[in-house]
T-cell receptor
Framework: DTEVTQTPKHLVMGMTNKKSLKCEQHMGHRAMYWYKQKAKKPPELMFVYSYEKLSINESVPSRFSPECPNSSLLNLHLHALQPEDSALYLC?????????????FGPGTRLTVT | AQSVAQPEDQVNVAEGNPLTVKCTYSVSGNPYLFWYVQYPNRGLQFLLKYITGDNLVKGSYGFEAEFNKSQTSFHLKKPSALVSDSALYFCAVRDMVIGLNTGFQKLVFGTGTRLLVSP
């Protein structure tokens, strides 16, 4: 199974709402990632978890809060977002974080902030 | 910092013709290079990678890429294009960042090239 799943597929939220994005993989991968992608642009790395520990935070605003409950799950908690946060949010995983391993991406969550 | 450049925003090719999507890199040390494809409203799919070894790398869906150290290039190729190959293609390179706990490696993506294959 080489699948990364993400829920929900679409999410519309107001600027005062709290919501969460979920990601799951069952490939035994030990590194998991959150990316933000604007239309027709490359993905921008937000967070990296390695062995369930936060390893990289790319200076992401605190209104985004990641969580890794176990080695298969990754959450992204959203609170007080801005309209410019509307984007496709991609989750990915890889066997390790050493850079030689390819990343497997989920289909993404299309987020719209109103 | 490591980087990759994709000089073409869009490549147009007729079905059945060979295709090339260009990528050049700038790295210190040995490059780890990747190609990904993204279909509309989908996540990225891994096509192939170069870590070491043969300069010609074969990947998924009939794609291949040639690593050229002297030209610092890693162009993606396919001998015969299909309409279903129409998508957004990203070249990427490994980069090192200083993480919260230790050094960590991440992918740096190019700006992407849209491939349009006409029937």
């Amino acid at each position: 199974d080489t699948e990364v799943t993400q829920t929900p597929k679409h999410l519309v939220m107001g600027m005062t709402n709290k919501k969460s994005l979920k990601c799951e993989q069952h490939m035994g991968h030990r590194a998991m990632y959150w990316y933000k992608q604007k239309a027709k642009k490359p993905p921008e790395l937000m967070f990296v978890y390695s062995y369930e520990k936060l390893s990289i935070n790319e200076s992401v605003p605190s209104r985004f809060s990641p969580e890794c409950p176990n080695s298969s799950l990754l959450n992204l908690h959203l609170h007080a977002l801005q309209p410019e946060d509307s984007a496709l949010y991609l989750c990915a995983s890889s066997q390790g974080g050493q850079g030689r391993y390819e990343q497997y991406f989920g289909p993404g969550t299309r987020l719209t902030v109103t | 910092a490591q980087s990759v450049a994709q000089p073409e925003d869009q490549v147009n090719v007729a079905e059945g013709n060979p295709l090339t999507v260009k990528c050049t890199y700038s790295v210190s040390g040995n490059p780890y290079l990747f190609w990904y494809v993204q279909y509309p409203n989908r996540g990225l799919q891994f096509l192939l990678k170069y870590i070491t070894g043969d300069n010609l790398v074969k990947g998924s869906y009939g794609f291949e890429a040639e690593f050229n150290k002297s030209q610092t290039s890693f162009h993606l190729k396919k001998p015969s294009a299909l309409v279903s190959d129409s998508a957004l293609y990203f070249c990427a390179v490994r980069d090192m960042v200083i993480g919260l706990n230790t050094g960590f490696q991440k992918l740096v993506f190019g700006t992407g090239t849209r491939l349009l294959v006409s029937p």
